[in-house]
């Protein structure tokens, strides 16, 4: 089956509801900010990075701001079974373009061939938060998510849940590949890209996660991420423009909400 070529641009807040392709989907942004939800975990997707959703995995996208990009729908069985937003090899995203350009099928192609054998060898990047399966240490995940300046240690949460605290470091190990302390890092700083990509300044992001030093803030996310706060969700060909945060614009919190099953 020939492959589907979309290119979309929302000039505002959008959020889809949970759906799934029949197809895989390879997308890229070459502007703003997206939030992707899955029953395995959330990624944040910045311009300049390329997401592969597999065929039949249920996702939501919630955008941050205005976005534009190109999504592809083809059949690709040797690419991993799972989510993922990867790092894009310098001719990925040209690639991208160009087959979204031309009209000939058998050049499409056969450049199609060339970009995924870049993407065979493309590394996944640090922008995932996976959800553990245990309902009780989902909970304790949605609220971390929610607010990552939440001071509660393992201690107080293994009273809440009612877990002994040996089982809890176990299994949340097991169903999430991190530790509890690595998890709530890695959930602080995919929140302050949130609110980065929302318009939220580095300081106000630093503080609204749990940093009381900026520069420690700022040390920790370009460890995270590769590029400092102040760089992180440029678009492809010039920096965002970013907007003052504001109380009454929400979004940047979302993404952290439990998924809802279905498809459309």
């Given at each position: 089956m020939p492959i589907q070529i979309r290119r979309f641009r929302h000039d505002g807040r959008f959020d889809s509801p949970i759906h799934a392709h029949e197809r895989g989907q390879l997308f890229a942004l070459d502007r703003g900010l997206a939030l992707i939800r899955s029953g395995v975990g959330d990624w944040i997707m910045p311009a300049g990075r390329l997401c592969w959703m597999p065929a039949g995995v249920p996702h939501g996208v919630l955008t941050l701001g205005p976005v534009a990009g190109t999504s592809l729908y083809l059949d690709a069985a040797d690419l991993p079974p799972q989510p993922a937003v990867l790092r894009a090899p310098p001719l990925a995203l040209p690639l991208l373009d160009r087959i979204a350009e031309i009209d000939d099928p058998g050049r499409r192609e056969r450049l199609l061939a060339v970009l995924l054998d870049e993407l065979r060898a493309a590394p996944e990047e640090p922008l995932r938060l996976p959800t553990p399966r245990d309902p009780r240490l989902r909970r304790m995940a949605a609220a971390l998510a929610a607010d990552p300046a939440d001071p509660r240690r393992l201690d107080d949460w293994a009273?809440?849940?009612?877990?002994?605290?040996?089982?809890?470091?176990?299994?949340?190990?097991?169903?999430?590949?991190?530790?509890?302390?690595?998890?709530?890092?890695?959930?602080?700083?995919?929140?302050?890209?949130?609110?980065?990509?929302?318009?939220?300044?580095?300081?106000?992001?630093?503080?609204?996660?749990?940093?009381?030093?900026?520069?420690?803030?700022?040390?920790?996310?370009?460890?995270?991420?590769?590029?400092?706060?102040?760089?992180?969700?440029?678009?492809?060909?010039?920096?965002?423009?970013?907007?003052?945060?504001?109380?009454?614009?929400?979004?940047?919190?979302?993404?952290?909400?439990?998924?809802?099953?279905?498809?459309?």
């Open positions: 009273g809440l849940l009612n877990i002994p605290k040996r089982t809890l470091v176990r299994r949340f190990k097991a169903e999430t590949g991190l530790s509890f302390v690595q998890w709530r890092h890695h959930a602080r700083l995919i929140r302050a890209a949130a609110l980065l990509g929302g318009g939220a300044l580095v300081t106000e992001a630093a503080l609204a996660v749990g940093y009381d030093s900026v520069s420690a803030f700022i040390t920790r996310f370009r460890a995270g991420f590769g590029v400092t706060p102040g760089r992180f969700g440029t678009d492809r060909a010039e920096p965002q423009i970013r907007r003052a945060a504001t109380p009454d614009r929400p979004d940047a919190a979302m993404f952290c909400r439990l998924n809802r099953p279905g498809r459309h």
